[in-house]
C-alpha cells in the first residue's frame, strides 16, 4: 500500500487517497475512523448499540457489535475501496465466548460485571501472589479473569460449548478475517499473561482450559485479511490487511502518540482517567490496588487510574443549573472555605473504590450559584487527580495532555495545570482509541503516522499554589470525613455506645 495526498475538504469529506481504516468497538457505539497517511482524519461515523443489564450484571450481544459496524461503515463518507489496511480497539475485560464456526456462545459479559466477586474473593494467596509478580496488579473483578472463573463456577456448559474466549474488538476482528487471535493489551487483562505469553501453569491450576485461549500476537502485527464474506458484508476489499489491534485505552496512547517517560495523560469524559508512563510492571507500593498497570501497543507500559466521575457530574451540574453556569466558571481558586464538591454520584474509582459513595455539596451560602458548584467540580476532580499522581511518584512527571470533552471547558485544563504545578496540553480528538486503531491499520503495512499533536499549552499560575494548597488540603479533610459516612457500616454504627 504506498502513502497517497490526504483527501481534500477535512473531516466528513469523501476520501479518495488511500486510507488506514480504525475501528473502535466501545461499551454503546462502534466508531471508524478512516485515517491519511500524513495522519489526516478524513472521515468518521459511529452507530449506537445497547447493552444488557440484567438483575445479575451487565452484559452484550456481540452480534449487536457488527451490525453496529455494518452500519458505520454505510454512513462513513469515504470510498471503502480506498481502505488498505484496517485496525481495532475495543472495550477492555469483555469476555465473549465463541464456538467453532464463531457463533456466539452466550452474550459478551463486560467490565462493569461484577459476577466473579465471590471467585476473586476464593483466590489462594499463592495464586494472588503469583499474578501480581506476573502483572503487577492485584485481582479485581475489573479483568477478564474473574468472568472467566465465574463462567467456569456458574455456566460450566458454557465454557465446554466454547472454542475459545475473546474480548470485544477481537470479535469483530475474527468476523472479518475468519481467524482467532488477541493482542497483548487485552491479554494482560486477563491476569493470565506472563511475558507475552499465556501462563499455562497459571491457567491450568484454576482449572481453565488453556485450548480456550486464542494466540497472542503483538497489536500492529498481521492477524489476518479480510475474507470475501466479510468483504460482501462490509463493502471492504476482500484480502485487505488486518491488525491484531488493542485495548481501548491502550489504542488512545497509540493515537496520541505515545506516553513518553515522565508524562501523563488525563481523559475528561464521562469518567476521568489518569494514564502514567511507568517504566515497569511493579507499580510503587502504596499504589498496588490503588492503580492497575497495563502495556501498551508497542511495548511500554501505563498505570491507570479511574475517577467514576467527571462529565457525568458536570453534565448533572448543567442540568441542575444551566448550560451558562458551566460557560461562566472561572479556573481562579475560590476564596476562604467556599463550596466543596465531592462529585461521587457513583462511586469514587480509584483510589478506594467506594462504590457506596454519593455526591455531596458542602460550604452552600444563600449566594451560591451555579458557576461555584461548577468551580467546585473542576477542582474536585483535579484533587483527586494529584492524589493519583502522588501514588505514582510525583516528581516523576514534567507533562500533562488532556482530551475528552471537559477539556473544551478553559478553565479546567488550567485548573489541572494549577493543582498538579506541570503544564497541561490539550489534544483535540473526540475518537482516541478510533484513531489509535487507524494507526495501527498503517503501521501493519510498514508505515508509521502520528494523527494526533498537542494543542494550546497552559501553564501553572505560581501566584495560586499557596491558595490551592490549602483548598486541596480542606478538600481531602471533607473527603475522608464524608466517606467514612458511606462505608459499611457507617461511622455513627461504628462508634455508637452499647
Not at 273 to 284: F, Y
Amino acid at each position: 500500500m504506498s502513502a497517497g495526498e490526504p483527501a481534500e475538504g477535512g473531516r466528513g469529506s469523501r476520501a479518495t487517497a488511500p486510507v488506514g481504516l480504525g475501528i473502535d468497538v466501545g461499551t454503546t457505539s462502534v466508531k471508524v475512523v478512516a485515517l491519511s497517511a500524513e495522519g489526516r482524519v478524513v472521515a468518521t461515523a459511529s452507530s449506537h448499540h445497547g447493552i444488557q443489564e440484567t438483575a445479575d450484571g451487565v452484559q452484550a450481544d456481540p452480534e449487536a457489535w457488527w451490525a453496529s459496524l455494518l452500519r458505520a461503515l454505510r454512513g462513513l463518507d469515504a470510498d471503502l475501496a480506498t481502505v488498505g489496511s484496517v485496525g481495532l480497539s475495543g472495550n477492555m475485560s469483555s469476555v465473549v465466548l465463541v464456538a467453532d464456526d464463531l457463533s456466539v456462545v452466550r452474550p459478551a459479559i463486560l467490565l462493569a460485571d461484577s459476577r466473579g466477586q465471590e471467585q476473586i474473593d476464593a483466590l489462594d494467596d499463592d495464586t494472588v501472589a503469583t499474578i501480581v509478580e506476573h502483572t503487577g496488579n492485584t485481582p479485581e473483578t475489573v479483568f477478564s479473569l474473574a468472568t472467566l472463573l465465574w463462567l467456569q463456577a456458574e455456566e460450566p456448559a458454557s465454557l465446554a460449548a466454547a472454542a475459545a474466549w475473546l474480548s470485544a474488538k477481537d470479535y469483530l476482528r475474527a468476523r472479518l478475517t475468519g481467524r482467532l487471535a488477541t493482542d497483548v493489551t487485552d491479554a494482560y487483562n486477563s491476569l493470565l499473561l506472563h511475558d507475552g505469553t499465556w501462563s499455562v501453569p497459571l491457567v491450568r491450576s484454576l482449572g481453565l482450559d488453556p485450548g480456550l485461549f486464542p494466540p497472542v500476537l503483538a497489536s500492529d502485527e498481521r492477524a489476518g485479511s479480510v475474507t470475501a464474506e466479510a468483504a460482501a458484508a462490509t463493502g471492504l476489499q476482500p484480502g485487505t490487511p488486518v491488525a491484531t489491534g488493542a485495548g481501548d485505552l491502550a489504542a488512545a496512547v497509540a493515537g496520541a502518540g505515545g506516553l513518553r517517560p515522565g508524562s501523563l495523560a488525563v481523559s475528561l469524559g464521562t469518567s476521568a482517567t489518569v494514564l502514567a508512563a511507568v517504566d515497569s510492571a511493579r507499580l510503587p507500593p502504596a499504589a498496588l490496588g490503588s492503580l492497575t498497570v497495563h502495556p501498551t501497543a508497542t511495548g511500554g507500559r501505563f498505570a491507570l487510574g479511574s475517577l467514576l466521575t467527571g462529565g457525568l457530574a458536570l453534565n448533572w451540574v448543567r442540568g441542575l443549573a444551566g448550560a451558562g453556569a458551566i460557560a461562566s466558571v472561572t479556573p481562579d481558586p475560590q476564596d476562604g472555605p467556599g463550596v466543596t464538591f465531592l462529585p461521587y454520584l457513583s462511586g469514587t474509582g480509584s483510589p478506594d473504590f467506594v462504590g457506596e459513595a454519593r455526591g455531596t455539596l458542602l460550604g452552600l451560602a444563600p449566594s451560591t450559584g451555579g458557576s461555584q458548584i461548577t468551580a467546585a467540580l473542576l477542582e474536585a476532580v483535579a484533587f483527586d487527580i494529584a492524589e493519583l499522581v502522588d501514588l505514582l511518584g510525583a516528581d516523576r512527571y514534567d507533562a500533562v495532555q488532556v482530551s475528552g470533552g471537559g477539556s473544551n471547558l478553559a478553565a479546567w485544563p488550567q485548573v489541572l495545570a494549577d493543582v498538579l504545578d506541570l503544564p497541561v496540553a490539550t489534544l483535540d480528538a473526540p475518537d482516541l482509541s478510533a484513531i489509535g486503531a487507524a494507526v495501527l491499520a498503517w503501521a501493519v503495512v510498514g508505515h508509521s503516522c502520528r494523527a494526533v499533536t498537542p494543542g494550546a499549552v497552559v501553564r501553572p499560575r505560581g501566584r495560586f499554589s499557596e491558595t490551592w494548597r490549602r483548598r486541596r488540603a480542606q478538600h481531602a479533610l471533607l473527603r475522608r470525613a464524608v466517606l467514612d459516612i458511606y462505608t459499611t457500616p457507617p461511622a455513627w454504627e461504628r462508634t455508637a455506645p452499647a
